[in-house]
């Protein structure tokens, strides 16, 4: 089984000025393993990660960007996947980080853990395209297409917790570090 | 000698709401507001209408939308706003995103404050905000419609919510 931080890696590795919308185990390592202003992490609201990152597809369909969900989180607002279908931004990349648990609340096992497939019910709610990667060396493979498909994509990374980050609240619900995504993003379209 | 009957007029909402500079509409039908309200905005080629499945994903729809410099809308039923106090408290009030939400009180009886209605559920829209610190405004008549952008723009001016309360059903 993969683990969470080696997938994330082999992600920070491919990115160049994609926009990263990181919610809670997956904000904790991402930002210390791709650092960066147009990391755009939310907390808080359990389960609207998607929602943020739809916003921002939207606002900016021309700039890609990635969301890295849990599965916990994307259960609490499953309508998402049928509001995004619609929506339908060709920018948008949904990673669902799945380890069957509410990793953050105490590691208790998800509902339908055994059963219930991300990739099936993107595609049913009208994703372009749904992958699923158990295998780091299938997942490093894939990545680069993936990052330049047509979306809304989503990608199920069937995973463990890896090494141990430090946990950052606060950091993750930032004022400063949102104001300065916005600044960056603003500046960059004065730029272009 | 029969007092005049004063409406509020859907047109004039839209015109309100494209004041504030909004052009991202994120809703959810409410028959309070749909056929005068959300209809027409979906027609309008100057808006683009977003679709949600459930409100609160509306919140933070908008607030992704301010992360890129859109101002944007969330139109929805007071049963909406209910059911997105959580969003609404983590996302919009502690994480300071100017959310600005327009929300249909159906079933308020003509002439009464939300306060004094007989359905419980618009009785407590008020002092929920009020216990919230969300700042609101009651649309009751179209003279109401002045104050929308207004409003708007000091939402975004203190990076905070605020919520318009449509209290007749638009014309």
């Not at chain 1, 991402?30 to 992490?41: G, Q, V």
């Not at chain 1, 989503?154 to 949102?178: A, N, T």
Request: net charge negative.
């Amino acid at each position: 089984m993969m683990r969470r931080d080696d997938c994330l890696k082999v992600l920070a590795l491919r990115r160049s000025d994609e926009i990263v919308v990181a919610t809670y185990m997956a904000a904790q390592e991402w930002i210390h393993i791709s650092p960066s202003e147009l990391n755009y992490t939310c907390i808080g609201a359990m389960g609207q990660a998607s929602s943020h990152a739809l916003g921002i597809a939207l606002g900016r369909p021309d700039r890609r960007v990635i969301v890295l969900d849990g599965d916990g989180s994307l259960l609490m607002n499953l309508g998402a996947l049928v509001t995004i279908g619609h929506a339908a931004p060709r920018n948008l990349v949904h990673i669902v980080c799945r380890n069957n648990t509410y990793e953050t609340n105490g590691s208790v096992p998800i509902p339908g853990a055994d059963q219930v497939s991300f990739t099936g019910l993107a595609r049913a709610a009208g994703y372009r395209e749904a992958h699923e990667f158990e295998d780091l060396a299938d997942w490093e493979r894939a990545v680069d297409q993936i990052l330049i498909e047509e979306g809304p994509i989503l990608v199920e990374l069937r995973m463990v917790p890896g090494d141990p980050y430090p946990e950052d609240f606060r950091r993750l619900g930032s004022l400063d570090h949102r104001e300065a995504f916005r600044q960056a993003l603003l500046g960059d379209r004065l730029k272009g | 000698m029969v007092a005049e009957v004063q409406s509020l007029e859907a047109a004039s909402i839209i015109a309100g709401i494209k004041r504030a500079g909004i052009r991202f509409i994120v809703a959810l039908p409410d028959r309070h507001t749909s056929a005068q309200l959300l209809r027409k905005l979906m027609a309008d080629p100057e808006m683009r209408v977003v679709q949600v499945c459930k409100e609160d994903e509306g919140v933070s729809i908008c607030s992704g939308l301010y992360a890129t410099g859109h101002r944007a809308l969330l139109l929805m039923q007071y049963t909406g706003l209910l059911d997105s106090v959580n969003a609404i408290r983590g996302v919009a009030v502690e994480l300071h995103n100017p959310v600005c939400m327009m929300v249909g009180l159906l079933g308020l009886e003509p002439g009464t404050r939300p306060t004094q209605s007989k359905r419980y559920g618009l009785r407590i829209v008020e002092p929920v905000l009020d216990v919230m610190e969300v700042p609101h405004l009651l649309l009751e008549v179209d003279a109401d419609t002045a104050q929308i952008a207004s409003a708007i723009d000091a939402a975004y001016a203190r990076s905070g919510p605020v919520v318009l309360l449509v209290g007749a059903e638009p014309v």
